[in-house]
Structure formats: C-alpha cells, structure tokens
C-alpha cells in the first residue's frame, strides 16, 4: 500500500538530501505513527530514504498504510518542517484524504438506488431475518446495493452471490456454494449480526465493516475515509427507508 501521492511530495519536496533523494522520518510516540521531515523531540524515530522520482512511496504507516489526515508546518533548529503529527508551535499546512487502498474490498456497490424490489428470494429473506433476528429491510437494503439480487454477482473485489461476501467471509460461515442464493443471503444475515454485536449496535459502523472490512474500521478508529465507503454507507440508509416503506413499517427513529 502506498502514501498519498501530494502527502510524499511535499514531504519529498520540504526535506533537505542529496540530490537523488530526500529524509522521511518515521515517528512513534504513545503507540501513534507520524511522518515528518525532521526527527520530533519526543518521539522514537527512524529516517527512510525516498528517491525523488518515486511518487509511491513505501508503506511507513503500517498494515492499512493510508488514511484521511492533516500536514502540519512548524519551526525546529531555524527551518521549516513537516508532519503528520501536531505539535507546539505547528500550523496547518494541507489537509489530505487517502484513496482506498489496493486490495480493500471497499466499493460502492453493484446496484442503484431505487425503486424496492421484494420478490426476489422473499423466502429466503424472511427465514433469514427470523434466524438472525437482523431487519428483513436491512438485508434486503444489502443485497441491493451490493448485487442487485443477482445470484451471480462477483465484484471486481472478488466478492460473490447476492450477499457479495468476500470468500474468506462466506467460508467463515460455512458457505459451500456463494451463488446459492439462499447460503449467501443466511451468511450475509448472519456476518451482518456479529458486526452488529462487535460495533454494539452502531449501524454505521456495521456497514463500514461489511464494506471495507474490520481492519479498515479498527485502523481508522470510525468509518473509514475512502469514498466508496461512504457511498456505500449513504446508499444502504437510503435503501433501508424505502424497503422498510414498502414493506409497511413505520418510519424509525433515526439511528446512532
């Protein structure tokens, strides 16, 4: 996984090196990482060498390596430099927001909003609802916008059937055959239900993992900053009150 592409260059740009290269610092304090252009007073830090032509730089930030943050500008032994991490005497310099990174399963989703359908697999839905005791409207809000009910379904992502779980979650449920409607909708209910139990209720945060993963939650410490997540999030919200409409429930007291 790679830094965002403005976040190195200026970070390449601002620190002083040979003429090939330019200093980052990796810098650990109280279990928080932060990059900058100098060693931070305080902080355990070890310097990586970047060349000046490599806009992708390596992944210092650890496992998720990208992120939504700011780039703080302050003074230290007469010069101006740059991090990540703000401290006495900084100011903002720019702020950044990470793309998803290669590999997530982030993604907005292979259905559009709109108009609800409830024939497809209605019995399925509904034992499933009953089993993990999850919404039916919300389940059927997923499937959706992930596959479009399409039993078939398999994302650029390599997510499949109606459910669109990745392999290692239908397998984790004990999935035989992903495009079996029925397996994939009771996995779904049920992968939906732990993240329930996991974020204690918090809807929000239970989509945010279904889409990006619980890696990228825990990194971020909420929802994660990549545009597909939040799509993704705001297009199963919209779902859920039409379904939940057309299926003759009362309006809901908006959620946490």
């Known amino acids: 996984m790679r830094l965002p592409a403005t976040l190195v260059l200026v970070l390449c740009a601002a620190a002083p090196a040979p003429a090939d290269a330019r200093t980052v610092y990796r810098c650990v304090r109280d279990g928080t990482v932060s990059l900058a252009t100098a060693r931070e007073p305080g902080s355990r830090c070890e310097a990586h060498e970047i060349d000046d032509d490599a806009v992708q730089a390596p992944n210092l930030w650890g496992e998720m390596g990208v ?16 991090g990540t991490r703000r401290l006495p ?25 709109g108009a609800p359908r409830l024939a497809p697999f209605a019995a399925e839905f509904r034992a499933a609802a009953r089993a993990s005791g999850v919404e039916e409207a919300w389940l059927r809000a997923i499937a959706h916008a992930e596959s479009a009910f399409d039993a078939a379904a398999v994302s650029a ?3 499949q059937g109606v459910m669109q779980l990745m392999p290692e979650v239908g397998a984790e449920y004990g999935v035989v055959d992903p495009f079996d409607a029925g397996e994939s909708i009771r996995a779904g209910a049920r992968h939906l239900r732990a993240l329930l139990r996991r974020y204690d209720g918090e809807r929000t945060l239970a989509l945010a993992a279904y889409n990006a993963g619980t890696g990228a939650v825990e990194a971020h410490g909420g929802v994660p900053p990549y545009p597909e997540t939040r799509a993704y999030i705001a297009k199963i919200q919209a779902l859920h009150a039409r379904y939940r409409e057309a299926m003759g429930i009362r309006p809901e007291r908006p959620a946490r």
Do not use: C, I, M, N
């Open 157 to 159: 992502k390599g997510a």
């Open 89 to 113: 005497g900084s100011r903002v310099y720019l702020r950044f927001t990470a793309v998803t990174p290669p590999g997530a399963q982030a993604h907005e989703g292979l259905g559009r909003v």
């Open 67 to 82: 992120f939504s943050g700011t780039l703080y500008e302050r003074e230290q032994d007469g010069r101006l430099v740059y």
